[in-house]
């Protein structure tokens, strides 16, 4: 029989009630312990979750990264068979982990109509979506290693594909798209 008394019977029983699973401690001594443990294991797993998917539905951080997302473990891009430097390239521009515009801007508290692209003249903000598909100072590197099913009339569906994409293939050429086109845009703000 398990004893009911002490502070961390409390603090289970605590615990318990905040996950919305305090009537299991009234069934704790004739369940199966298994059972319970498993059910509260989801609970958390499922409130963790939730947290998380809030935290990221509200942030202009990772406005992108929620469309490209499939939940919160490894993405099978990360294992394929392509170069680390170009997987590199992929995983800054899904998390926002990279110098364009609309992130210096928010570092600096620029308003957004401001962050815009200086490489081109479309007056856009330099976000991913103009970065990768619609600016033209990167029309060359653009054919050379992206389909242009992409870029020929952009969206930001065809966008989140573009960043979802499996083939390996096509991962490579755009990382390498990712990797030159930085080269490029950093070559060209220092001068």
Request: charged share 25%; with cysteine; net charge positive.
């Amino acid at each position: 029989m398990i004893s009911r008394n002490g502070s961390w019977t409390k603090n289970i029983k605590e615990e318990l009630s905040k996950l919305g699973l305090y009537y299991l401690w009234e069934y704790i001594e004739h369940c199966n312990h298994d059972v319970i443990y498993n059910i509260i294991q989801q609970r958390i797993n499922d409130v963790y979750m939730q947290n998380i998917f809030s935290i990221v539905t509200q942030s202009s951080k990772v406005e992108l990264y929620q469309y490209i997302t499939d939940g919160c473990f490894m993405h099978s891009y990360l294992s394929k068979t392509i170069d680390f430097k170009y997987r590199k390239e992929i995983t800054k521009i899904r998390i926002s982990n990279h110098k364009l515009n609309i992130e210096v801007g928010r570092y600096k508290n620029v308003v957004r109509p401001l962050i815009v692209c200086t490489l081109c003249d479309q007056n856009d903000i330099e976000d991913e979506f103009h970065f990768i598909l619609k600016c033209v100072f990167y029309s060359d590197l653009r054919k050379m290693y992206i389909k242009m099913y992409y870029y020929q009339k952009p969206s930001m569906f065809k966008l989140v594909n573009l960043l979802r994409i499996q083939n390996v293939k096509e991962l490579c050429n755009l990382g390498k798209f990712l990797t030159k086109a930085t080269l490029t845009r950093n070559s060209a703000m220092i001068d």
